[in-house]
């Protein structure tokens, strides 16, 4: 069984910086993309940032500049150091990755992290 666990999340003053980070366990044979997500109250779940394979990245326009998503392979872990919140970041965050545990690589999802940008 696959798990994606996130940790991270808090209150932080505007202009503020916070690290999450998600790690996946389990039978992993490997995994393919990596991203994290994010919702806020009333409204759809949007993408934060991506990270490929090649560590080729995308961000929200929302966050360019301010947000940085890296991987570390060895450790299945993917982080989004967050920096310059503002109270519009305030969301659950969303760890995704597509796993391969055998045949076709399947996506999985963290049970989120809350981050408040709150003075």
């Known amino acids: 069984q696959v798990q994606l666990v996130e940790s991270g999340g808090g209150l932080v003053q505007p202009g503020g910086s916070l690290r999450l980070s998600c790690a996946a366990s389990?039978?992993?044979?490997?995994?393919?993309?990596m991203g994290w997500y994010r919702q806020a109250p009333g409204k759809q779940r949007e993408l934060v940032a991506h990270?490929?394979?090649?560590?080729?990245?995308n961000y929200a326009d929302s966050v360019k500049g301010r947000f940085t998503i890296s991987r570390d392979n060895a450790k299945n872990t993917v982080y989004l150091q967050m920096n310059s919140l503002k109270p519009e970041d305030t969301a659950v965050y969303y760890c995704?990755?597509?796993?391969?545990?055998?045949?076709?690589?399947?996506?999985?999802w963290g049970q989120g992290t809350q981050v408040t940008v709150s003075s």
């Open positions: 990270i490929f394979n090649d560590g080729s990245t």
């Open positions: 995704n990755a597509y796993i391969r545990v055998f045949g076709t690589p399947v996506n999985y």
């Open positions: 389990g039978s992993i044979f490997s995994i393919n993309d």
